[in-house]
């Protein structure tokens, strides 16, 4: 796996993992609040219920004071109220002779209360700390909420609680002394306004949280649902895309082996137009090494050999083969492979892909103007753009010796703007077919027979200056022939 798509892959996982960890978070925060939003509802459903309960007894109780009391029949279930023996009517005696007791608010409550406990699902309790009737004793958890009511905290209070294992939920509020409870409670110092006592009732949480975990296991279920289509999709996204990620890796791959391949190819061109060179500069020197040696072999034949004529002979065949090996480093210099990046003024490039084409040029009358007003230095593989210029030069000279007698020639300009260095080489060759222009570019196009053109120069040039050198190459026709402008950027990477 190479460094790219490693990279590629990391970030698709880092990616991944934080929208699974971001969509986790929000689906149990989510469903956090959706469980403690239904618990919430269930409370308040059963206080609902106490209130309710409370607000039936009170309905009752109120019922019974409006009329200071209702009589009833003495009997076991309902002895007179000993609580009561300071009312001279508690006992009545009908004119037919029937016995009536007294019952009043509190009284009435309590039997109601003990009698028909359950029917609402909920117990009540009516009580106070100053008592009358002291059955009636306040729980713990009454006396706490009644010295709430007293110390006037609170008219009403209620809890949730367990007891014995079981959850409960507690309520009471307070009674306030009316007008029509002096009757009975006067004795006991009380005022209009004054907290007697309360009613408290207390309901079982069984039926409420029986239902708030059916609920919730209702809601669990379709958040579960939910979560694992998601993740089930997510996956299946990060499946795809991390395929098509390695696909696409391969392909880049290939592709970049196919530019190495057509790089070397179309560099084998160039390398034609400096083979041509090395042949010229060879021709002079070799020619004088052979006649230095056909000079001794004719002082020889002659029997002139003298040791002064064979030491200037051999000098003059040392300081020719000297000449022969220089020639060769120079070339080999001009084609190095430019693996880093080098400062470079782009005249310097010019006149190295002079020096190489130059001699082919004079040979086919071909005359080269070279003009430059740019000062700057360009940070570039400088051997890839030697390559792109001899391409350029090679295609005008081509271009020139077909369509043209004389008066041949090219004419390159460099200059620069704010961030660029330009560089336009223009020819007098006629120019391109606007019908192919298009397609110059392409790979393997090429309008010469297979012998003088490969099709590769320019899409290599292409490539180079777009892809390594991030700049750009365009093509015009003047007037006379061809214009290909590069755009190098004066800022690496601009
Ligand atoms: N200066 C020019 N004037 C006219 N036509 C040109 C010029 N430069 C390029 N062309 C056209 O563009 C075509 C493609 O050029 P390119 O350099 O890519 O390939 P080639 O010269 O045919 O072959 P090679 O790979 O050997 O360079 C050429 O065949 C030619 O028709
Ligand atoms: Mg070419």
């Excluded at 590629?8 to 993992?17: C, F, V």
């Excluded at 959706?34 to 109120?62: I, T, V």
């Excluded at 880049?252 to 041509?276: F, P």
């Excluded at 295609?395 to 560089?423: F, Q, Y």
């Amino acid at each position: 796996m190479n460094r790219s798509l490693e990279i590629k892959l990391k970030k698709l996982n880092r990616y991944y993992m934080n929208i699974l960890i971001i969509f986790t978070g929000v689906v149990i925060l989510s469903l956090g609040w959706d469980l403690y939003n239904e618990s919430e509802h269930h409370k308040n459903s059963a206080l609902e219920h106490a209130k309710n309960s409370f607000a039936k007894d009170m309905m009752f109780r109120n019922w019974v004071a409006s009329h200071g009391g209702v009589y009833v029949p003495p009997t076991k279930r309902t002895p007179p109220n000993p609580y009561l023996a300071h009312i001279k009517e508690r006992d009545l005696v009908t004119t037919t002779g029937k016995k009536l007791t007294l019952m009043n608010p509190a009284y009435t409550l309590k039997q109601l209360m003990d009698e028909y406990e359950g029917m609402y699902g909920a117990k009540g309790h009516i009580t106070s700390l100053k008592l009358l009737n002291l059955k009636n004793k306040s729980s713990d958890w009454e006396t706490k909420a009644l010295k709430l009511f007293e110390g006037g905290q609170a008219k009403e209070f209620h809890e949730f609680l367990s007891k014995d294992g079981k959850a409960y939920i507690y309520y009471m509020k307070a009674l306030v002394v009316r007008e029509s409870c002096l009757k009975c409670h006067m004795q006991q110092g009380y005022e209009v306004g004054d907290i007697r006592g309360g009613v408290s009732v207390t309901i079982p949480m069984k039926k409420y949280n029986n239902d708030l975990y059916h609920e919730a296991y209702n809601i669990i279920a379709v958040y579960l649902l939910f979560y694992i289509a998601v993740i089930v999709g997510l996956f299946y996204t990060y499946k795809n895309l991390k395929t098509s990620l390695i696909e696409q890796n391969r392909l880049e791959e290939e592709n970049h082996r196919k530019d190495e391949i057509m790089l070397t190819q179309s560099r084998h061109a160039a390398m034609g137009e400096m083979i041509g060179m090395i042949a010229h500069q060879w021709r002079q020197p070799i020619t004088v090494i052979a006649m230095g040696a056909n000079n001794m072999l004719v002082d020889i034949e002659l029997e002139e050999v003298n040791e002064e004529s064979i030491k200037e002979q051999a000098e003059s065949i040392l300081k020719q083969t000297e000449y022969l090996s220089k020639t060769i480093d120079d070339f080999r210099n001009f084609f190095r492979p430019s693996k880093k990046k080098e400062e470079v003024k782009l005249e310097e490039v010019m006149a190295e892909a002079e020096v190489i084409i130059d001699k082919s040029l004079e040979n086919n009358k071909i005359t080269l103007t070279i003009k430059d007003n740019n000062g700057y230095k360009v940070k570039t593989y400088s051997r890839e753009l030697l390559q792109v210029f001899i391409n350029l030069l090679k295609n005008a000279k081509e271009s020139l010796i077909e369509h043209r007698e004389k008066d041949r020639h090219i004419d390159v300009m460099i200059s620069d703007d704010v961030d660029n260095v330009i560089t336009t080489i223009c020819d007098n060759g006629g120019g391109i077919d606007e019908a192919i222009i298009e397609r110059i570019f392409d790979p393997y196009f090429s309008t010469k027979d297979e012998k003088t053109g490969t099709g590769l120069g320019l899409y290599m040039s292409k490539t180079i200056i777009e892809k390594h050198l991030h700049g750009m190459i365009e093509v015009s026709n003047t007037k006379e022939g061809a214009c290909f402008k590069i755009t190098i950027p004066l800022v690496e990477g601009g």
